[in-house]
């Protein structure tokens, strides 16, 4: 006799025949009642009831045993379905297996298309501004080439049921003649010497600020800018120059020389440290400095423009420096400056597309930069990013992880980060205090493929001491290990370069697009892999990188183009920033897991 466990659907010895004539000829009903009172002892109980429910007894009171067979099979379909629905409710493999690296090479192809594409002349430029070819920065048709290119993806993906939004806003913009050669620095007492700024020139060029067009200027060094006393004697209509130091930042320095009336304002690095390339090297003044210096006076610049223009001049061949040495020599020296270009309000854009799924209230805010500088395509900078987070929403709706979500999923795309980070500004600013509340993490994805960079994971301890950070931290913990986990894997399968620690660490300043997350009160994953850093001898040991190396030599220039991605790291980071948003869209108790300092409404 079979077990429990092995007893037939239906026992071969009972005549259905009888069993229905004692049920008063009603057969198919007794056979119904007796598989329904097995199933009921031995199977699945819903089984029992489908079964009921499905095979009408009219149907086998007109022949039960010729049914018998057919009821059974029924019986079976239903339990292969059950046991198929029990197979699909297993858990699938982490989302960073479902990234298609193939994917992420289109649309950087795509990327790099709109920039070559974008040649004509904006319409916000008059005609004297010559066509730039290669760039997606805002206020050229690259930009808004680039936005098409992820609105038009997640519309033809048949998988996406989020709808992209397209949020616009007024940005003010320096639109170069000559992006090879947007500043030119004349010296022209006691002697003419041409410097020209930017991807051709001989110091690498930011400029911050109103247009200009100075000519025969009083170049004066101000020492020591930040001091109380340094501006008295300064003459008005001259231009200031001055060294540019860590405690000693840009805001302050231009603040201070448009009181004075300055006509202009040049900031060098300090002369005293080593100036290799575009900053760096261990004792310089940092590139995480310099750019928090620089996001946080544009930010300033987007609610009090100045009318004094400044350029931060960083020197890379050591040309410059003839000026500060004239002028420390007392001789007097004169100089013309012009910005070869105009200064406009153009349209930004950011698209936003967000999941249906998830609580609303523990909302994940996940973002990338899409636009880049006038100097080049920007495919590390940051199509690299973009790229890489529109994969990152097509794998969730194509391996259908978004019916697991628990907690809501934004994917952003920001413009505008390049002029102080405003997209993500203008963002967070239109929140009301109801839907910022509801934002429980933000993640960013900024430069995730520099050709000579290593992993990195933003700094909690960077940030000064309070409930933010102490979120962050939480975040990080879940993070960090996902981070190695993935780059341990990219170097066993992808051939990435191993070094003795999985990542390093980034400054969760005010360079990319966490920060008006921070600044809000939202905790932040900020995922990098780094810019004009130069590479030390501890970092080749730490990492893996080319001491003496910026981490991408292509930074903000003509040659960062499609060729400029590292492929193998490029994996590592698109794997870590897939897993590390899946497990915290997962996560039962997302603001118990980052200790959100902001409560949901």
């Known amino acids: 006799m079979a077990t429990a466990e092995h007893q037939p659907l239906l026992d071969p010895d009972v005549d259905d025949a009888a069993v229905g004539a004692e049920a008063g000829g009603g057969g198919g009903d007794a056979l119904v009642q007796r598989i329904h009172t097995w199933y009921r002892t031995h199977a699945h109980p819903p089984l029992a009831a489908a079964a009921v429910a499905v095979v009408p007894a009219p149907l086998l009171r007109r022949d039960p045993a010729a049914m018998r067979w057919a009821l059974a099979s029924a019986l079976a379909a239903l339990g292969l379905t059950l046991s198929l629905a029990l197979v699909n409710t297993a858990p699938p493999p982490p989302l960073g297996a479902r990234v298609d690296l193939a994917s992420v090479a289109a649309s950087l192809d795509a990327f790099a298309a709109a920039a070559a594409s974008g040649s004509a002349i904006p319409p916000a430029a008059t005609a004297d501004i010559a066509a730039v070819r290669g760039n997606r920065a805002v206020g050229w048709p690259g930009f808004d080439l680039s936005v098409d290119v992820v609105v038009d993806a997640i519309r033809a993906d048949p998988h996406v049921t989020c709808e992209p939004v397209v949020q616009e806003f007024q940005v003010p913009t320096m639109l170069y003649a000559d992006v090879a050669r947007p500043v030119l620095l004349r010296q022209v007492q006691p002697f003419v010497l041409d410097l020209f700024g930017g991807t051709s020139g001989t110091f690498a060029f930011y400029h911050l600020g109103g247009p200009a067009d100075i000519s025969a200027a009083r170049l004066v060094l101000v020492d020591e800018p930040c001091a109380p006393d340094s501006w008295v004697w300064f003459p008005p209509g001259a231009v ?39 900053l760096g090297t ?109 994969e990152l929403l097509q794998a969730l709706y194509r391996g259908g992880y978004h019916r697991r979500l628990r907690n809501r999923v934004r994917f952003c795309w920001w413009g505008a980060e390049e002029l102080g980070l405003l997209g993500s500004y ?131 220039r003509a040659c960062d183009t499609r060729d400029n991605v590292d492929q193998a790291l490029l994996r590592a980071m698109a794997v870590a920033a897939a897993n590390i948003l899946q497990v915290f869209a997962e996560a039962p108790d997302l603001r118990g897991t980052v200790r959100s300092p902001l409560r949901a409404v």
């Open 282 to 390: 261990e004792g310089a003044l940092m590139e995480d400095d310099l750019e928090a210096g620089m996001a946080a006076f544009k930010k300033s610049l987007a609610s009090s423009p100045r009318e004094t223009p400044v350029a931060v001049l960083v020197d890379a061949s050591g040309t410059l420096s003839v000026l500060k040495a004239q002028l420390d020599a007392s001789v007097k020296v004169k100089v013309d400056i012009a910005i070869l270009g105009e200064y406009r309000n153009v349209t930004a854009k950011n698209v936003i597309c967000e999941t249906t799924e998830g609580n609303p209230n523990n909302t994940i805010v996940i973002g990338a930069h899409i636009d880049g500088v006038p100097f080049g395509p920007g495919i590390d900078d940051n199509a690299s990013g973009s790229a890489t987070l529109l």
């Open 240 to 278: 200031a120059l001055a060294e540019l130091t860590a405690g000693c930042g840009i805001e302050a320095i231009s603040a201070r020389a448009e009181v004075s009336l300055a006509t202009a304002v040049i900031l060098l690095p300090a002369a005293s440290r080593a100036q290799l390339g575009l």
């Open 426 to 556: 203008h963002y967070v600013n239109s929140l009301s205090p109801a839907e910022l509340a509801a934002v429980a993490l933000n993640i960013n994805l900024d430069m995730l493929a520099a050709p000579n960079g290593w992993p990195r994971l933003g700094d909690p301890d960077s940030l000064p001491p309070g409930p933010v950070r102490e979120a962050t931290h939480a975040a990080d913990r879940v993070a960090a290990p996902i981070l190695a986990a993935a780059v341990a894997a990219a170097v066993k399968s992808a051939g990435l370069r191993a070094g003795s620690q999985p990542f390093g660490r980034d400054l969760l300043a005010a360079g990319s697009d966490h920060f008006p997350f921070l600044e809000a009160g939202v905790p932040s994953v900020s995922l990098a892999t780094g810019a004009s850093h130069v590479a030390s001898a501890a970092d080749r040991t730490r990492f893996g990188a080319v001491a003496g190396a910026p981490a991408d030599p292509c930074y903000h």
